[in-house]
């Protein structure tokens, strides 16, 4: 059995269509980046990755995942490769010691760019808003308020081109979310675009 460590879209579990298990996890010595270049309906757009970084830390979940699960989340990540993570970088949130792992579980593995797409956002390929409300709203659901501030603060590149296709969203797994909702996460982009 392998788990798979999700840091963006897939903490919100509205975009999956499978059944799993699923754990609140940390990883320490890790950050997020805008920085994954794929194409979507033609056109380039910039996805999250994740870099070694000593001294910074991302929440997000462990799903179980067997063939079938695997196989789909494959499909899904297009352009990513899987790395595999030490499972002594992997907390339960807010402890010290490290999650236990089953002697059932063979691997921990994650999907991050791989060489040939891991370029930071620009113009012409930039951060789709409806992804970020995804993202957020998955975090918000499942790490609370502190955890979007930690989302935020724990993710680079925030200064990058941020496309709002709110209207008419690219992003195939887009969600419907309440006016007052989309005002906190533009708020939460404004805070952390200054302070680049």
């Known amino acids: 059995m392998i788990q798979i460590f999700g840091y963006g879209s897939l903490v919100n579990k509205s975009t999956w269509n499978f059944q799993t298990q699923m754990k609140q996890v940390e ?44 196989d789909t989340l494959n499909n899904r990540e297009i352009g990513y490769q899987t790395l595999s993570l030490n499972p002594e970088t992997i907390f339960p949130p807010s402890c010290s010691n490290p999650i236990k792992i089953s002697k059932e579980t063979s691997d921990i593995i994650t999907f991050a760019a791989s060489e040939s797409s891991k370029e930071w956002a620009r113009k012409d390929a930039p951060i789709l808003l409806s992804y970020i409300d995804v993202v957020v709203k998955g975090y918000f659901d499942l790490f609370g308020r502190k955890g979007v501030f930690d989302f935020f603060k724990s993710t680079k590149g925030w200064d990058l081109p941020i496309l709002n296709d709110r209207k008419d969203p690219l992003y195939p797994r887009s969600i419907h979310l309440p006016k007052d909702f989309l005002n906190f996460i533009d708020e939460q982009i404004i805070v952390h675009t200054k302070k680049k």
């Open 27 to 70: 990883l320490k010595g890790w950050t997020r980046e805008w920085r994954q270049i794929v194409k979507l309906q033609g056109k380039e757009i910039c996805a999250l990755s994740i870099a070694p970084q000593p001294t910074s830390s991302i929440q997000g979940i462990l799903l179980m995942s067997n063939k079938s699960i695997h």
